[in-house]
């Protein structure tokens, strides 16, 4: 069970850091449009999905606008999901466009969403109602549902980079403690 009816800031702030470590740090940017999964979409597309998830939420719950640019949903709303009994089925997903928005609008895009939970939680508004509450708590879970899925596309991609800051173990030096 959850010990707060929100998940925290803090949860979110760790949550956008592992995001980003993994969605900046081990994709390369001439990578972002590779499909690593053929039935899926690019990996550019996992960057805008997550925040216009996260802002149709709140919007819903808030009644708050969508941020800018509006449009996203079109796109980034929801992605290919082939059928499980049929690959060569594809559910309904959001159009693909012929060219993807930039890498920088989108981050400005996610900073914009981050921003409006920021101030949700400033303000009180986050645990002003069970509604807001609840879009808190799928936007979060959402998030790290599909930071495993990236996690699990790079796995098939052979030009992911390994995290940042990773320190590889000192494998002798560990044996000896050991003995």
């Not at 640019?69 to 796109?75: A, C, F, G, K, V």
């Not at 929801?78 to 060569?88: E, L, W």
Request: aromatic content about 8%; some cysteine; hydrophobic content about 35%.
């Amino acid at each position: 069970y959850a010990t707060t009816p929100v998940p925290t800031l803090e949860d979110w702030r760790g949550l956008w850091s592992t995001w980003d470590t993994v969605a900046r740090g081990m994709i390369p940017n001439n990578e972002l449009l590779a499909k690593p999964i053929k039935l899926r979409n690019a990996c550019i597309f996992y960057l805008g999905h997550i925040p216009t998830f996260l802002d149709m939420q709140l919007s819903k719950a808030t009644g708050m606008p969508l941020c800018e640019p509006s449009h996203y949903p079109q796109i980034f709303e929801r992605g290919i999901d082939p059928d499980v009994d049929n690959p060569d089925n594809c559910h309904a997903h959001s159009e693909i466009p012929d060219q993807w928005p930039p890498v920088e609008e989108i981050l400005e895009y996610q900073a914009q969403v981050r921003r409006k939970v920021e101030k949700l939680y400033a303000s009180g508004a986050s645990e002003a109602s069970r509604k807001v509450g609840r879009s808190l708590w799928i936007g979060l879970e959402h998030e790290i549902m599909h930071l495993e899925t990236l996690l699990y596309m790079l796995l098939q991609s052979d030009n992911r980079m390994p995290p940042p800051r990773t320190v590889k173990p000192d494998f002798e030096d560990k044996a000896k403690k050991e003995d």
